[in-house]
């Protein structure tokens, strides 16, 4: 039982390249996240996915794209990588709904050249 | 939508008290309490809902009063092992925020 994995665990773009990051969990949970981390600012909900192929948005999804196409998957797409997007990434999955308890995963870290 | 937490940072000598506020100017439905150690993921402590109910996890404490939008997180006997960065959080709907953070570093 690996819980929540993400892959890659470090990146390095250069402004205007694109790449995807993958969240996978095996507990069969409905709900999963992506949220960014910056220094002092704690974390961010990116996009959010209540079921397989469902998305929404959350508090800050400019320059973000997101597919839920499986339930154990949920991918994170930067079309044109720029500075300001270099943080570190979590995802999270929660069984049942949004008041529950969150598994994250161990995080990417991406810095855009 | 952001709560906000305070301090900021405090620094604890081993076995010392410490407090973290959490405050939101939004309705509190329930709340979440994470701690996440520097270069790792946050871990979940407890959830606190409606009720202003107390929750408790080995020497770590909770209390939540949602007529005043507020949370606080009780840390007793402080160990090395509770450094790290707290965070509380709420969801609205389906979505979720997290505070603004509070450092805690335990010396001995």
């Known amino acids: 039982n690996a819980g929540v994995t993400q892959t890659p665990k470090f990146r390095v773009l250069k402004t205007g390249q694109s790449m995807t990051l993958l969240c996978a969990q095996d507990m069969n949970h409905e709900y999963m996240y992506w949220y960014r981390q910056d220094p002092g600012m704690g974390l961010r909900l990116i996009h959010y996915?209540?079921?397989?192929?469902?998305?929404a948005k959350g508090e800050v999804p400019d320059g973000y794209n997101v597919s839920r196409l499986k339930k154990q998957n949920f991918l994170l797409g930067l079309e044109s990588a720029a500075p300001s997007q270099t943080s570190v990434y979590f995802c999270?999955?929660?069984?049942?709904?949004?008041?529950?308890?969150?598994?994250f995963g161990p995080g990417t870290r991406l810095t855009v050249l | 939508q952001q709560p906000v937490q305070s301090p900021q940072a405090v620094i604890l000598r081993e076995g010392e008290d410490a407090v973290i506020n959490c405050s939101s100017s939004k309705a509190l439905y329930s709340v979440h309490w994470y701690r996440q150690k520097h270069g790792e993921a946050p871990v979940f402590l407890m959830i606190l809902l409606k009720g202003g109910e107390q929750k408790g996890h080995d020497k770590i404490s909770a209390s939540f009063n949602e007529k005043k939008q507020q949370s606080s997180l009780y840390l007793t006997a402080s160990q090395l092992s509770y450094s790290g960065t707290y965070f509380c959080g709420t969801g609205t709907g389906n979505q979720f925020y997290f505070g603004t953070g509070t450092s805690l570093t335990v010396i001995p």
């Open positions: 999270a999955s929660i069984a049942g709904f949004s008041y529950n308890e969150q598994f």
């Open positions: 996915s209540v079921g397989e192929g469902t998305t």
